[in-house]
């Protein structure tokens, strides 16, 4: 990932307002060369690369039927979740929590796994 100087950088080098570097990083989103990241910051968005947009809790409750589990088999850690989407683990924890409510794993207790209680609805298809 490389990462774009920062706001201040752009404007004490280029001698340019915040408005104006504001303005600059919105056109590069526009025209899918850039997009935001946590801490202020952008990226380049390499073309071809493809990013998985959806909320993490879906993205999680994919890991069930990417990784072919049944009702009944133990979920991957909160360790794991975290290091294989790239977010910090109170992350995944908060994520793991809704797909808890929404009855699809076991609660989490100390010393033991999670386990998948049912399989996520698949998409509805759009209808025309």
Do not use: C, H
């Not at 025209?31 to 909320?55: F, H, K």
């Amino acid at each position: 990932m490389e990462v774009l100087p920062s706001l201040a950088d752009i404007m004490s080098t280029y001698a340019v307002s915040r408005g104006v570097a504001l303005r600059a990083f919105d056109v590069l989103r526009q025209e899918g060369l850039a997009e935001p990241v946590p801490g202020g910051r952008w990226r380049v968005v390499r073309t071809g690369e493809s990013i998985d947009r959806r909320p993490l809790p879906e993205r999680i409750a994919n890991v069930i039927t990417a990784d072919g589990l049944d009702v009944g088999a133990s979920f991957p850690s909160t360790t794991a979740l975290a290091a294989r989407f790239g977010v910090s683990r109170p992350t995944v924890s908060k994520a793991l929590d809704k797909l808890e409510a929404a009855g699809l794993l076991s609660p989490a207790r100390q010393g033991k796994q999670r386990t998948v209680l049912a399989l996520p609805e698949p998409e509805e298809r759009a209808k025309a």
